[in-house]
């Protein structure tokens, strides 16, 4: 008795179909007939067939993947975005692969050197801000593709308003009654993003309507730049009342400064973050929510709909933000009592 594993071949010649028959059954696409159907699965159940993806592969022409492409592995926003794109590709039996392309320079050329063509039916790309000239080189790619965290007209894309959401933020301490609110944002040599950028603006505009003058520094990602840029801000000869952080990583950065200094939050500053990273919960932390997971989950189900035929290849959602409200904010110092 033969070692080897069953093939498709063998499913089909058992059951009397054609090839294409059996992959259609196996993947419970439609237009099967019932009695042809039951025939196929009882074949494979019978020589314990296990579906191969390369196999299905050459007869419907699909890979049963999907490619995403991050910037970087490491932060919190990549890994839960991730998951949710996962766990939507998993519900439609579809593997995930991922692909980090580093910085810009190290970008350069990524469209060419990576496997996508003939090993993948879509690319998402997860906060990529890619150029018109990449976003040509991906369709050369011959497959659909599905922006997160960036609005192209004309093309998937899953995204938040980073200006309004920023906005929201800073008329939240406007509210309170802060006058004197900065912002903490952040960029490299290489790098800054049109999401680090809107939130920046989405700042300014808000702060320009209620006619008081922005005050914004810009450091390195993270806890490192947060706490640089908190020290600056205190060193100030009237330090801000109030400050915002582009990401709830660099506003942990400044509560460290802040606690080092005995500075007390919200007594003396109050602290805002964006994104609602799980520290901050436990930090109790204002911030604003972004949700991640669920961005990454509406990212996959769209391009399972565009793969299936029941979506538009240039769809564009545009998912909430949501303000948490928290210990890490309250109205200035001598205000807090009154009547407004």
Do not use: K
């Not at 406007?174 to 939130?199: C, D, K, M, P, Q």
Request: charged share 20%; aromatic share 6%.
């Amino acid at each position: 008795m033969s070692s080897q594993p069953a093939s498709m071949r063998d499913v089909a010649d058992r059951a009397g179909v054609s090839l294409s028959t059996v992959s259609r059954v196996l993947r419970g696409a439609p237009g099967v007939a019932p009695e042809v159907r039951h025939r196929v699965q009882r074949a494979a159940d019978e020589l314990s067939y296990v579906v191969s993806r390369n196999a299905s592969g050459l007869v419907t022409g699909r890979t049963g993947r999907v490619a995403v492409v991050v910037p970087f592995l490491q932060p919190w926003y990549f890994g839960v975005a991730l998951a949710g794109i996962s766990d939507a590709l998993r519900e439609a039996d579809l593997d995930m692969l991922v692909y980090q392309v580093g910085e810009t320079r190290a970008r350069q050329g990524w469209t060419r050197s990576l496997p996508l063509r003939r090993n993948t039916d879509a690319v998402v790309t997860v906060s990529m801000d890619l150029s018109e000239e990449e976003c040509r080189r991906l369709d050369d790619v011959g497959v659909p593709m599905v922006l997160v965290g960036q609005c192209v007209p004309r093309r998937a894309s899953v995204y938040i308003d980073d200006r309004a959401g920023a906005a929201g933020a800073t008329r939240h301490l406007l509210n309170l009654g802060h006058t004197r609110v900065a912002y903490i944002g952040s960029r490299t040599e290489e790098w800054f993003s049109t999401s680090s950028r809107h939130r920046l603006e989405g700042y300014g505009a808000a702060m320009a309507d209620a006619g008081l003058s922005p005050w914004s520094v810009v450091r390195s990602p993270g806890h490192e730049g947060g706490g640089l840029a908190m020290g600056e801000l205190l060193s100030d000869h009237d330090p801000p009342t109030a400050v915002l952080a582009e990401f709830d990583s660099i506003a942990l950065g400044a509560y460290r400064t802040l606690r080092r200094s005995g500075v007390r939050v919200p007594d003396s500053v109050s602290l805002m973050g964006f994104d609602n990273h799980e520290a901050a919960s436990v930090l109790d932390l204002t911030t604003v929510d972004q949700a991640p997971y669920d961005t990454g989950l509406a990212a996959g189900r769209l391009t399972v709909d565009i793969l299936t035929g029941t979506a538009r290849d240039d769809v564009q959602l545009e998912m909430p933000t949501q303000l948490i409200l928290r210990q890490s904010t309250a109205a200035p110092r001598g205000t807090r009592g009154l009547s407004w």
